[in-house]
């Protein structure tokens, strides 16, 4: 045994190739995206970035069935768009062990909601495994194959975004990597016609009754005796933060959140004046305890809403917390997009126009801030094009404004074909904008199939999205660079003044991923104060005593700021 400092993300990782994984698959999203960059370092393992995340465990479902460990991974929000194959596969079930890593999000750092995923195993009938640090993170993905091999069935591995990015240390491994089952062919088993899935069905009500055996008595639920009277029953993080603020409790600490441990808790609360359970986001737990009939103190105490810390849950429990005095006022400010990102081009060419934009997943969903304030909605991947669609198609014959989607070259690839692909087919007529910045960038510039280049390393068939669409149908298709305003004004004011659906393509490398040319310098001399370059939102610009300055270690170079000056003031 070896000892690492390790992530939660870095720590499934480790845990997979201990393993003896053979496939993983993902599509990145936070905080699920450091599992496979970490992974792909091991040798004897394929990874890939899928187009989606229904792709992911499509892959490593076919991978399971064929005989080697697989393992896919996706935040929270992506077990929505997997859902599909997610259920079916617990009536399949597998061949060789394949475990699903959801990774939610509590306090919505970098998500679009609060969706509690334990419920996903609950109404998918799959076991749910929740960790409560790195050690664990690794020790639970080694146990997830163990008990998908045992059940057959897969298994979730539900975390939160403090279990994934913080450090804790971790006893690592060897790999053992087991002899491949290979494929058999099973037409009964992997084939879902409602006369196999009839008989498949009972199976897995037979398999869930035998897992609810192994909560109870061999999965990683444990008591850890303490005070007679006070016990709390908690999971994953939120274990962590009541073993801090009650350290003499008795704990019900609950590695399987599903099936839940009705048995275990039965007995752990025998004798107990006071309960407390302790969990984020939802009562998932609270309410199955309840229905036992046992009082317990949860969620009429601690917040639905917001990630839990130590400090919550004793203000919460334990009693008023003096609050802790600002080492000083910090001004708010939202979050911006990089200097030079390409995306600020077509921004201001849409900032004052008078068009709905149905916006997307992405970097560029920071247009929807000020000084932009372009974008009008953000639901999920790929719903800009059928979200506009639909406005389109809603709105009265008198109301002239077009329909501008927005959505980015990952994004388009993940989900938003299947929306082009129903607006051509059903008549629309708005336009699509692609903002192609060559990687996936909100996540930290994973590949993409449009980046040509797969997660192995190796060099793949870059997809054009331009020709792309135009096989999709689309007869008026665009490819511009956002750098140049001046050039495209005219075309975007052409494109938005005739009918038929359209595309444009805006394409430019993320400004992170090109060398930076000289930084802009602006000649206060010639300078008017008249801010029309301030208008790009661009952070590395300032106004300084009714005078634009550029500050130059932030400057990339990009030269937009000179195309609006018409005093040529930016040098």
């Not at 990145?28 to 040798?43: D, F, R």
């Not at 899935?197 to 008591?223: C, D, F, K, Q, V």
């Not at 801010?531 to 634009?548: F, H, I, T």
Request: glycine share 8%; with cysteine; aromatic share 6%.
């Amino acid at each position: 045994m070896t000892k690492k400092l390790l992530t939660g993300d870095e720590a499934i990782a480790q845990g997979a190739w201990e393993a003896g994984v053979k496939v993983a698959a993902a599509y990145p999203g936070t905080p699920s995206t450091e599992i496979l960059p970490a992974l792909v370092k091991y040798p004897d393992v394929y990874c890939e970035w899928s187009a989606n995340e229904k792709v992911a465990v499509e892959v490593c479902l076919g991978a399971a069935l064929a005989g080697v460990r697989a393992l896919a991974t996706m935040k929270h929000v992506g077990v929505n768009v997997a859902a599909d194959p997610l259920f079916s596969s617990a009536y399949i079930g597998v061949n060789a062990g394949l475990v699903i890593v959801s990774a939610d999000d509590p306090g919505m750092h970098s998500s679009q909601n609060e969706q509690d995923n334990r419920w996903y195993g609950m109404s998918a009938r799959i076991p749910v495994l929740t960790p409560s640090d790195s050690q664990e993170a690794r020790d639970f993905t080694k146990l997830g194959f163990q008990i998908s091999e045992e059940f057959n069935i897969p298994v979730m591995l539900r975390i939160t975004t403090r279990i994934a990015h913080s450090k804790t240390i971790v006893e690592c491994g060897d790999r053992t990597e087991p002899a491949s089952k290979g494929y058999h062919k099973d037409f009964t088993k992997t084939s879902l016609l409602p006369s196999n899935a009839r008989p498949l069905h009972r199976s897995l009500e037979e398999r869930m009754g035998r897992l609810r055996t192994y909560t109870n008595t061999r999965a990683p639920n444990r008591i850890e005796p303490g005070s007679s009277v006070l016990g709390v029953i908690a999971d994953g993080i939120a274990y962590q933060y009541a073993r801090e603020v009650f350290p003499d409790a008795s704990f019900l600490k609950v590695g399987m959140v599903h099936p839940f441990p009705t048995e275990l808790v039965k007995q752990f609360s025998q004798g107990k004046r006071q309960l407390y359970v302790v969990e984020e986001n939802d009562p998932f737990m609270e309410l199955q305890i309840k229905a036992l009939g046992i009082s317990v103190l949860g969620k009429d105490k601690l917040p639905v809403l917001d990630e839990l810390s130590p400090r919550v849950v004793r203000s919460s429990l334990a009693g008023p917390v003096a609050e802790a005095k600002p080492v000083r006022d910090i001004p708010g400010r939202p979050p911006s997009l990089c200097p030079g990102c390409p995306h600020t081009g077509i921004f201001y060419l849409l900032q004052k126009k008078d068009v709905i934009v149905s916006g997307d997943i992405g970097c560029y969903t920071l247009g929807s801030y000020a000084p932009h304030n372009v974008m009008d909605s953000c639901v999920c991947m790929g719903a800009s094009i059928s979200l506009g669609h639909g406005i389109e198609k809603a709105l009265p014959r008198d109301d002239k404004r077009r329909v501008v989607t927005m959505l980015g070259d990952s994004t388009f690839f993940h989900m938003g074909l299947p929306g082009l692909v129903n607006t051509v087919y059903n008549h629309g007529n708005s336009v699509t904008i692609v903002v192609d910045n060559r990687t996936t960038g909100m996540t930290g510039h994973q590949d993409h199939p449009g980046t040509g280049k797969t997660l192995m390393g190796e060099p793949a068939k870059l997809l054009d999205i331009a020709e792309v669409v135009k096989g999709l149908g689309i007869e008026k298709v665009y490819v511009i660079d956002p750098y140049f305003i001046k050039d495209n004004r005219p075309l975007v004011r052409k494109i938005l003044g005739e009918p038929g659906p359209a595309v444009i393509v805006s394409r430019r490398p993320c400004a992170l991923l090109v060398e930076r040319k000289p930084a802009r310098k602006v000649l206060a001399e010639l300078c008017n104060g008249c801010k029309l370059c301030l208008q790009l939102g661009c952070p590395a610009m300032s106004l300084v005593e009714d005078r634009v300055l550029i500050d130059e270690p932030m400057c990339v170079g990009c030269g937009m700021c000179m195309e609006l000056c018409a005093r040529k003031a930016i040098q």
